[in-house]
């Protein structure tokens, strides 16, 4: 099999507005396997009922994710693109793997560990506020990647474990029952540190220092604009390498511009102001004709709706095969 060949899944949460930081950590990477690969992408809404208990809000947040893929350029014809609660093998395949998982696997999961330390930290009870869709979050996202025969799942460094865990359960579960599901590979996407938000720190609604992806230009702007910085003036030289407004723009820049970029911030002469601006053009003008289409999409939430529906459909088959096979090995 070639790489062309192997089979690539990503999904993504629908659990708020995206922002810059979701498009370079985890869109770009969907789009660009997308042009050479056949591509499997969820709108993962069952993951974000441990956030969410609104169902308006789940199917605005779904709308939203899939008009920002399409926009941006996935690739309709190598993509599935569909809600990953239309498929409602997902459920059942999820409830058999429960009975091969260990119960120890499930207490590694970092985001069960992170939500003990939390409440720990809060001398609370310890499991206050976690249910068992928190939990046992790990088993349906190793369902999610196995129903479909995946090869490659893009993830970042901090998003591994859940490969790792649908590796290992697919090998618990080959093991009891016989050669079964494949054993997807977790594929580290290029090293994007730490997209930094306006104040600094890494760029997240629970910090409120998001830029929206596709906020109308006025506010993407404006939001640019409130970058902080350091109180150099615009005659000092500036390291780049420290600077908010550098890092946003390489992830939108070619390499002459972002040679160039550095170059006019070493060398001094041009004021933070300036360099704001020279950011906002950059990303305004890669995210213009997207923001167009999103919007037009956005408008028009019947044509969405046909596109999951579609998506569905065409990921259905490939569902109820490999469930069928988990059924043939489990009770004959």
Known sequence: MSNTDKIVL??????????????????????????????????????ALNLIHDAK???????????????????MDNAILFRQ????????????????????????AHSYKAAMDKNIANNDDVDAGINMGLYTYPILMSADILLY????????????????????IAGYFNKT???????PTPVIGRDTGIIPGLDGRKMSKSYDNTIPLMAPEKELKKKIMRIITDSKTPEESKNPDESTIFHLYKHFATESEIAEF?????????????????????????????????ERLMANPNEIERILDTGAKHARPVAIETLARVKKAMLG
């Open 10 to 47: 990503t999904g993504i949460k629908p659990t708020g507005t995206p922002h810059i930081g979701n498009y370079i950590a985890a869109l770009e990477p969907a789009i660009e396997y997308s042009k050479t690969h056949k591509t499997f992408v969820f709108i993962a809404d069952l993951h």
């Open 85 to 108: 609660s239309d498929i409602d093998e997902i459920y059942q395949l999820n409830t058999l793997l429960m009975n091969v998982t260990p119960k120890g696997l499930m207490n590694r």
């Open 57 to 75: 809000t789940i199917r605005e947040h779904t709308y939203q994710a899939a008009a920002l893929l399409i926009s941006l350029g996935l690739n």
């Open 262 to 294: 550095a170059e006019m911030f070493r060398r001094g002469g041009m004021g933070y102001g300036t360099a704001k601006t020279i950011l906002f053009e950059r990303v305004n003008s890669v995210l213009s004709e997207p923001r167009t289409e999103y």
């Open 177 to 183: 029952y016989g050669e079964t599901f494949k054993l």
């Open 149 to 168: 025969n995946s090869d490659i799942v893009p993830v970042g460094a901090d998003q591994k474990q859940h490969v790792e865990f649908a590796r290992d």
